[in-house]
């Protein structure tokens, strides 16, 4: 298990309403990604968060959006929902990095989102 | 461009057998190659990654082969068994990071017991 976690785990919505999803990072990582994985399908990359900005972003329309807090933490907020938004969202957290080195992105469960 | 190609889509191997995945990718700005396990219920958990100046890499039953020339790389996983049924997935992506990951698209691996 990794020490990455996220809230809620399952969440019912209806078409146009808004969702926030939110992960904590586990302890010492200060970068936070978020993909979106529909149903037997592999992770699509929907944005970064590195030291609280925005750091690359995925071919996702400007409805999703994102904080990441002081504390490395952070939200994904999706705003007038469509049925297509219905999938696994997956958030991975990293750490700062050595030198030439490349750090591995360990992934929380998951908040599986219903949009009827 | 981006993708990543993965085959075959579902595969079932007998206990004790080789299953074998294969991918296949498109940008040559990719340097780093991990495969995810992922169980149903639970995040994609990495299970091995190579990065392409090495053709081969091993830890335990798993095996990942690199052909650069080719820009392929498949995962063998050895002595296959019933633990090991879960959704594959390889990705390519940068070596930081800061690097997003593209993913293939899954095989789903059954070990018959």
């Known amino acids: 298990e990794t020490g990455v976690t996220q809230s809620p785990t399952h969440l019912i919505k209806t078409r146009g309403q808004q969702v926030t999803l939110r992960c904590s990072s586990q302890?010492?990582?200060?970068?936070v990604s978020w993909y979106q994985q529909a149903l037997g399908q592999g992770p699509q990359f929907i944005f970064q968060?590195?030291?609280?900005?925005?750091?690359g972003r995925g071919n996702f329309p400007p409805r999703f959006s994102g904080l990441q807090f002081p504390n490395y933490s952070s939200e994904l907020n999706v705003n007038a929902l469509e049925l297509d938004d219905s999938a696994l969202y997956l958030c991975?957290?990293?750490?700062?990095?050595?030198?030439?080195?490349?750090?591995?992105?360990?992934f929380g469960p998951g908040t599986r989102l219903t949009v009827l | 461009q981006q993708q990543v190609k993965q085959s075959p889509q579902s595969l079932i191997v007998q206990k004790g057998g080789i299953s074998i995945i294969n991918c296949a990718y498109e940008n040559t700005a990719f340097d780093y190659f991990p495969w995810y396990q992922q169980f149903p219920g639970k995040g994609p958990a990495l299970l091995i990654a190579?990065?392409?100046?090495?053709s081969e890499k091993k830890e335990g039953r798993f095996t990942i082969s690199f052909n650069k020339s080719a820009k392929q790389f498949s995962l063998h996983i050895m002595d296959s068994q019933p633990g090991d049924s879960a959704t594959y997935f390889c990705a390519a992506s940068g070596y930081s990071s800061a690097s997003k990951i593209i993913f293939g698209s899954g095989t789903r691996l059954s070990i018959r017991p």
């Open positions: 968060y590195y030291r609280e900005e925005e750091n």
């Open positions: 190579i990065r392409p100046d090495v």
């Open positions: 302890s010492g990582h200060n970068t």
């Open positions: 991975a957290s990293s750490g700062p990095g050595l030198a030439g080195g490349t750090d591995t992105q360990y």
